[in-house]
């Protein structure tokens, strides 16, 4: 019957307890046996022992894999959908002609600092989903990063470039200074390159509480059940705004102090994200069933 099973693809799991069981538990992709009352031959044959003899562990087993499975996926996401709000501003900037960089590597290395080291053992640490075990098993072959993955990637961090090359264009333009006029250490280029600093750092902020959850609305979850990926946050933006506004940082990083009118503008913009996030999640919701390579 395993044999059979494996034939036709399947990922099969086998349980028993007897010397005659070993065969099937060692030929199985995953032999399951009873620690309490289950003979030695077939511990030793067997990958996984249940020490209460209950099969409500092994569901436990899976949900718990899933879920840390899941987890490592919204870390890749959380990680790699930043990214491209660092890339696209700089690109942006050459194609339009402006002569500066949009961020500096000094900044990046902040973000990075802020926003990559606390953040990803924080969505490691997130509880299990309500809906991790109603989804069929994903497919055998898919990789880590699959197109459901980039997709989200893509999503995300196509809204969050969006947003700061807005905010970085629209306070050039609105400076009336023409481009070739700039130079590093104006005024009005030192607040648009802060502006794109915390407008990455605010967007991911938002990205992390927004990529928790795979198909259930956050909201469901509660904001406050992972109080360590608030803290990661947090710590983000406050040493975003320590850069901005204590004089010894602005001369390292070249940045200048933002206006509260401009943190408005950066939360109005990273809330984008997991509004957007809400809605593709109703969308999946809707159709009743996951999409093809979606993180289960």
């Not at 399951?32 to 996984?48: H, I, K």
């Not at 980039?150 to 629209?170: D, K, Y």
């Amino acid at each position: 019957m395993v044999t059979a099973l494996q034939r036709r693809g399947e990922v099969v799991a086998d349980t028993g307890d007897g010397a005659n069981d070993a065969p099937a538990l060692k030929h199985a992709d995953i032999g399951v046996a009873m620690g309490a009352s289950g003979t030695d031959a077939a511990r030793e044959a067997a990958v996984m022992v249940l020490l209460d003899d209950s099969f409500a562990s092994i569901t436990t087993a899976v949900g718990l894999g899933r879920s840390v499975h899941r987890n490592i996926r919204k870390f890749l996401i959380h990680l790699f959908s930043h990214n491209i709000a660092e890339l696209v501003p700089i690109l942006a900037a050459t194609f339009a002609g402006f002569p500066l960089a949009p961020i500096t590597a000094v900044q990046i290395l902040a973000i990075d600092l802020g926003s990559d080291v606390l953040p990803p053992p924080a969505l490691g640490a997130e509880p299990m989903e309500r809906d991790v075990l109603d989804s069929p098993p994903r497919p055998r072959r898919e990789r880590q990063f699959s197109t459901a993955v980039m997709g989200r990637v893509l999503f995300l961090g196509g809204i969050q470039a969006l947003g700061v090359c807005t905010v970085f264009f629209w306070h050039i333009h609105a400076s009336g200074i023409p481009y070739t006029d700039f130079t590093k250490s104006d005024p009005v280029h030192r607040e648009a390159i802060t502006m794109v600093q915390a407008g990455i750092v605010v967007s991911q902020f938002f990205n992390a509480l927004a990529v928790r959850t795979d198909r259930q609305s956050v909201f469901r979850v509660g904001s406050l059940t992972n109080p360590r990926l608030l803290a990661a946050g947090c710590f983000g933006i406050g040493l975003t705004a320590a850069i901005s506004y204590a004089p010894p940082l602005r001369a390292v990083f070249n940045t200048a102090p933002l206006a509260p009118a401009d943190w408005a503008v950066l939360a109005a913009f990273g809330a984008l994200l997991p509004a957007a996030e809400e809605v593709r999640k109703w969308v999946l919701r809707r159709r009743g069933t996951p999409s093809k390579g979606e993180a289960r």
